[in-house]
């Protein structure tokens, strides 16, 4: 008589090898790629999905952007160790400088994003240069200032157009492609950061946050690494506010608000931090609550605090570690 007995769905691929995947069937294969596709096709489909409520389908957009720059801060947080508290950095110095090159260089939109993403990546690290030697909470607490010295300056100088901010800009030339311009880049960093980490760059990384003396008395320059990883959190940073000022034609102070830094740190500590795909997934549930609650007044802030308090007490790990480790927990029926 044939015997049955349940085995973990996953037990089969980790015996066979450690990091590199021996696959032997289809249904190991999509077991393994499944959750990556579902995602990704969901994430595309959404523009389709809203096409009747274009309000959302802004909203959409603005998931996203967050999006980028929660992952920012993820990376930078649980993979380097530098607790950055200045995502509003980055999006502003991003918007101010597509604003520039569009509106006062008449830069096309195609040429203006990559370029203040790439000058805006490198501004921001040559600001945070001198604060890299610092850990923990004063490294933090020189990001937090960052965006208020910034905003500061502008309004005081009365200069990049003041309180009132850089008109103008160029808009994009098509629905579709305002909103696959913040939807594809936000997965291809997403994916190419994941890959990133994983490399051996990634094993240094994460040596400069478990024990930087180590890495220096290896030989490595510390301070260059992190360098390397500001840089590249700049680049999520400073494209998703380009990103921002060209969806509202406009660059102002709001690109400097502390909405840019608080809510990418909520949407980590809810959807998981060191995942990556956890912010994300924190971004599109913090983002489209924030606009419920609109209609809920000064209750707004009241309901976001216990939601936020609720998810953090009950489920402190995370959502996307939490949804991993019940994955990973299917079983079959196989033959003894």
């Given at each position: ?43 595309l489909?959404?523009p ?29 947080s649980?993979f ?14 991003g ?6 090159y569009?509106?006062?260089f ?8 990559p370029?203040?993403?790439l ?15 610092l850990?923990?909470?004063y ?34 030339p ?5 909103h ?9 960093f ?17 040596g ?6 180590a ?24 494209f ?10 406009w ?22 931090g ?20 609109r ?5 707004r ?9 609720l ?9 996307m ?16």
């Open positions: 008589m044939e015997q049955l007995r349940k085995e973990r769905v996953d037990r089969s691929l980790k015996v066979r090898t450690e990091g590199l995947y021996a696959i032997s069937s289809i249904e190991e294969i999509l077991y393994l790629i499944g959750p990556r596709l579902l995602f990704v096709a969901g994430i489909l959404l389709l999905i809203f096409e009747a409520a274009p309000y959302w389908k802004r909203v959409v957009n603005v998931m996203c952007a967050y999006a980028l720059v929660a992952i920012s801060f993820d990376f930078l649980n380097v160790g530098l607790v950055c508290l200045g995502g509003a950095l980055f999006t502003g110095v918007g101010y400088f597509t604003a520039i569009n509106r006062y008449s830069f096309p939109i195609y040429l203006s994003i370029l203040a993403t000058s805006g990546a490198l501004f921001c690290t040559l600001v945070l240069l001198p604060a890299l030697p850990r923990g909470v490294f933090a607490i020189i990001t937090l200032m960052y965006p208020l010295l910034f905003s500061r300056i502008i309004e005081a100088l009365n200069v990049l157009g003041g309180t009132n901010g850089i008109t103008g800009i160029e808009s994009f098509d629905p579709y492609i305002e696959y311009a913040i939807i594809l880049p936000m997965l291809f997403l994916f190419a950061t994941r890959r990133f980490v994983n490399e051996d760059i990634g094993l240094v990384f994460r400069v946050k478990d024990n930087d003396q890495v220096r008395a290896s030989g490595i320059n510390v301070t260059l690494i992190k360098v390397y990883a500001v840089f590249i959190a700049s680049l999520m940073g400073c998703s506010g380009a990103y921002i000022a060209h969806m509202y034609m660059a102002g102070l709001s690109l400097f608000a502390l909405d840019f830094s608080v809510i990418p740190i909520a949407s980590t500590v809810i959807g998981g060191g995942t990556l795909i956890g912010p994300v997934i924190g971004s599109f549930i913090l983002v489209p609550l924030s606009e419920i609650l209609a809920a007044g000064t209750l802030i009241v309901i976001y605090c216990v939601v936020l308090t998810f953090i007490i009950l489920k402190s790990e995370g959502l570690i939490y949804l991993q480790r019940k994955y990973h927990q299917f079983e079959r029926w196989v033959k003894v």
